[in-house]
Every structure is written in C-alpha cells, then in structure tokens.
C-alpha cells in the first residue's frame, strides 16, 4: 500500500506561480514512476509531468518550459512547480504513483487539489 497525500493550490492571478506538494508514504520501494496528472471540468485527466526511477523526466507540450517536477527523496514528497500560469491551467491536480510488487502494477492517485487560474 502507498499513501499519497497532497498539499497546495488555490487561486492565483495569470503570470502568477504555486507549487503543489505530496508526500508518498507506505511500501514506498515498489514505486516505479511518480507523476502529476490535472483534470478540467468536462475533460480527461491528462499527465502534467512525471518521472520515472532512472530520473527520465516527461512533461506536456502544453507545460514545458512553465511547469518543473521536483522531487526530495529524504522528505519522501514530490513537487509540481509551476510559473507563468494562463488560466487553461485551471484543474483539479492529482499525484499518482506506479506500484510494481513484482507481479502486478498497482496505480495510487492523491486527493486532488484544486488549482484556479484568473485572467
């Protein structure tokens, strides 16, 4: 079992930065990748940015550049950092871990954290 537990967002005006946190917890060795994901209302959840355990980092076209995935393995908590925000960030933001016990790969998602960009 891993236990994501997510922290941050709220409301910020266009140009404007915040960092989402998340502190991952539990069988924290059988995580393979770690990621952001975002969801808009009326959309599907698509991948912000992730990374995978040989540090391979990947982002969205439509984030590079403005979003940064950071990570602090003594603190077991992951970061999305993001600058230069345009109101089409607007979302619920999700962390997900993959979980490989060997046999079966388990995907473990946050609460959620709203994040609401104004023009």
């Known amino acids: 079992q891993v236990q994501l537990v997510e922290s941050g967002g709220g409301l910020v005006q266009a140009g404007g930065s915040l960092r989402l946190s998340c502190v991952v917890s539990?069988?924290?060795?059988?995580?393979?990748?770690l990621a952001w994901y975002r969801q808009a209302p009326g959309e599907e959840r698509e991948l912000v940015a992730g990374?995978?355990?040989?540090?391979?980092?990947k982002y969205a076209d439509s984030v590079k550049g403005r979003f940064t995935f950071l990570r602090d393995t003594a603190k077991n908590t992951m970061y999305l950092q993001m600058n230069s925000l345009k109101p089409e960030d607007t979302a619920v933001y999700y962390c997900?871990?993959?979980?490989?016990?060997?046999?079966?790969?388990?995907?473990?998602w946050g609460q959620g954290a709203q994040v609401t960009v104004s023009s």
């Open positions: 990374r995978t355990s040989d540090y391979t980092s």
């Open positions: 997900h871990a993959d979980c490989y016990d060997g046999a079966t790969m388990i995907f473990y």
């Open positions: 539990g069988d924290t060795a059988c995580v393979s990748a």
